[in-house]
């Protein structure tokens, strides 16, 4: 497994932007697939971006406002987040799993990290 820590989360009014971090460590970092989930209150947690050497694959719901990005050197993904809406507030975690492939369902990431709260205020 890998070892996540997200940061970067914070209060923002809507329309704002943040920029969200997760530094890993553990294993072989380039070729693993990294996501992003979050969790509203009341709420299931729900898939938000991923990528892999192969690609990116976005929720519908962040689709053109969120953009998830990985430095290999740095061993850490980013989840740039702009034109932020209070339906975005949310615990963000991130995600690994070392397949390669690019998936949304929560159930195949075998290491999380311990979430960051992002708060959009309308």
């Known amino acids: 497994q890998v070892q996540l820590v997200e940061s970067g989360g914070g209060l923002v009014q809507a329309g704002g932007s943040l920029r969200l971090s997760c530094a890993a460590s553990g294993r072989t970092f380039s070729t693993a697939t990294m996501g992003w989930f979050r969790q509203a209150p009341g709420k299931e947690r729900e898939f938000v971006a991923c990528?892999?050497?192969?690609?990116?694959v976005y929720a519908d719901s962040v689709k053109g406002r969120f953009t998830i990005s990985r430095d290999n050197v740095e061993n850490t993904v980013y989840l740039q987040m702009n034109s932020l809406k209070p339906e975005d507030t949310a615990v963000y975690y991130c995600?690994?799993?070392?397949?390669?492939?690019?998936?949304?369902?929560?159930?195949?990431?075998?290491?999380w990290g311990q979430g960051t709260q992002v708060t959009v205020s309308a």
């Open positions: 990528i892999t050497w192969r690609g990116i």
């Open positions: 995600a690994a799993h070392n397949s390669g492939i690019l998936m949304i369902a929560e159930a195949a990431y075998d290491s």
